[in-house]
């Protein structure tokens, strides 16, 4: 299977090819978890607190900076892919597109001093995270949506080197 992550940092990073790498593997890791056996498209926007406030504040109605937004391309059942993409499929590329996340380095760096580990395992959540609100998890609850996304989160997290908590 051959996904398409198309990744754009807007933003000064010193890392951008290790940052871009660990955001492809945990892209890759989330799809193998979650049994998506069709070939994705995903849209990745790494940027800084001032860009992701703009995207909040045009998309969500909300002006001020948050960690990770993500925009699902379909309403996806959590943990329930479907059987058939056929519909779901792009006809020009023949990916399935399933949405678009931006990050905001900028908080990913502040959270992982607050948390006490470190960036990658921070900018690696995100992105799990994100996947996860792309393929139909969601936690507007704070009880059973939420511990099922947190679960899911761990247990991917736990698959991939360098995103145990340090």
Not at 77 to 89: H, K, L, R
Not at 136 to 147: I, N, V
Request: glycine share 6%; hydrophobic share 40%; proline share 5%.
């Amino acid at each position: 299977m051959r996904n398409r992550i198309n990744l754009n940092i807007s933003c000064l990073c010193l890392q951008r090819l290790s940052v871009k790498y660990f955001i492809r593997r945990c892209i890759e890791a989330t799809l193998k978890a979650e049994g998506i056996s069709v070939p994705c498209e995903i849209n990745v926007l790494i940027t800084d607190d001032k860009g992701i406030q703009a995207i909040n504040l045009a998309s969500r109605e909300i002006d001020k900076p948050t960690d990770v937004l993500s925009f699902p391309m379909f309403s996806l059942e959590a943990g329930s892919p479907p059987e058939n993409w056929d519909s779901y499929i792009d006809p020009e590329t023949g990916l399935c597109p399933l949405g678009d996340m931006v990050i905001s380095l900028e908080r990913a760096i502040a959270q992982a001093k607050e948390f006490g580990h470190s960036t990658r395992r921070e900018i690696g959540y995100l992105t799990i995270h994100s996947m996860l609100h792309l393929l139909g998890y969601d936690h507007l609850d704070e009880g059973e949506q939420k511990a099922q996304m947190r679960a899911r989160e761990e247990a991917i997290a736990a698959q991939i080197p360098n995103m145990q908590r340090d």
